[in-house]
């Protein structure tokens, strides 16, 4: 597949992206330019100028989601061998995260393309902005679900079921906005999804810690990416969309907490069913006063600052894997 576009509509856009450039005519004045697109990042500077669009359709310049999607994995990895995973299942496991994310933002690109170009965040993206064709953003995502079939020739018939029924799950995300007000559910099933195939390729079995530990993923993640909703609240009420941010209104840092709470709950009880070893609770520790600094920063008026929540979230990534490792690996 060879990438194109138009480089003229690519620099026009880049350049209306720029927070000293172009605005939404009814932004408010001093308001932060909430897009998602910047122009002077690594894929402007590196990456040849047509495939820039390729690359920001899977969101490779925002690989945060990306993280967000392996680390829980990568965890459950550890916990399922109980200590440190193959390499084989390493690469695996993190190809298919980084191939998974991006089929998934693909796909939400795709539906979402005359929708986007209404909402603040997302009206530079490339299929909105005209950067990228629907058949050239078609074609690529068919290239990558092929990279998937090959990886799951290296799993066993169990993950590969596993990974056919995530498939709709991943498709019909994108469509929950237009009448749940329940995405991010959908949204945090789908990409924790990877927890239970790293058990059910590793043990052949799913044990309800595994399920436990991917619940309180699939919470955390209604938590942190209802934070990341109310930046688009105006334009999703204005667009008749659902979300979350939208259901919990002005009692959003009661809801978010609530799911915060209970995915500490359910982490330490699922740590305590599969014998974690004391260093796990120490870091679990850790992650719920992650969870409470997130809380008290939280501001319904302040929707730049979710943007830095947001991101805060790798952190509880990376103190989830180290929790695994704490707990499984031998002193």
């Not at 990042?41 to 920001?56: F, I, T």
């Not at 796909?107 to 909105?128: A, G, H, Q, S």
């Amino acid at each position: 597949m060879t990438p194109s576009s138009s480089e003229s509509t690519h620099e026009a856009a880049a350049g209306a992206a720029d927070p000293a450039g172009e605005r939404r005519a009814d932004a408010a004045p001093g308001a932060p330019d909430l897009s998602d697109m910047r122009p002077d990042d690594w894929v402007e500077r590196w990456l040849p100028r047509s495939w820039g669009p390729y690359a920001r359709l899977c969101r490779l310049d925002r690989p945060v989601g990306t993280w967000l999607t392996l680390l829980p994995c990568l965890a459950a990895l550890a916990q399922a061998a109980d200590g440190w995973p193959t390499l084989l299942r390493l690469f695996i496991f993190s190809l298919g995260a980084l191939l998974m994310r991006g089929i998934g933002c693909c796909f939400n690109d795709i539906f979402d393309r005359d929708i986007d170009k209404k909402v603040e965040r997302t009206r530079f993206r490339p299929l909105t902005s005209g950067q990228l064709t629907l058949k050239n953003a078609l074609w690529f995502v068919l290239g990558q679900l092929v990279v998937c079939a090959v990886l799951l020739l290296a799993l066993n018939e169990y993950s590969r079921w596993l990974a056919l029924a995530l498939m709709p799950i991943v498709i019909v995300y994108p469509l929950c906005k237009r009448f749940t007000y329940w995405p991010q559910v959908v949204l945090g099933i789908g990409f924790n999804w990877g927890m239970l195939m790293a058990w059910s390729d590793t043990q052949n079995s799913v044990p309800p810690a595994a399920v436990a530990m991917w619940l309180g993923a699939v919470l955390w993640q209604v938590g942190y990416d209802s934070i990341y909703a109310y930046v688009d609240v105006r334009d999703d009420r204005q667009l008749g969309l659902h979300s979350t941010a939208l259901r919990f209104a002005d009692k959003g840092k009661i809801w978010i907490s609530g799911f915060y709470i209970a995915t500490v709950a359910l982490w330490v009880s699922a740590g305590a069913a599969m014998h974690m070893a004391w260093p796990y609770y120490v870091v679990m520790a850790a992650i719920a006063a992650h969870f409470t600094w997130q809380m008290r920063v939280f501001d319904l008026a302040r929707p730049e600052r979710n943007f830095m929540l947001f991101r805060s979230n790798m952190a509880i990534g990376v103190l989830l894997l180290l929790a695994a490792l704490a707990g499984t690996l031998p002193g």
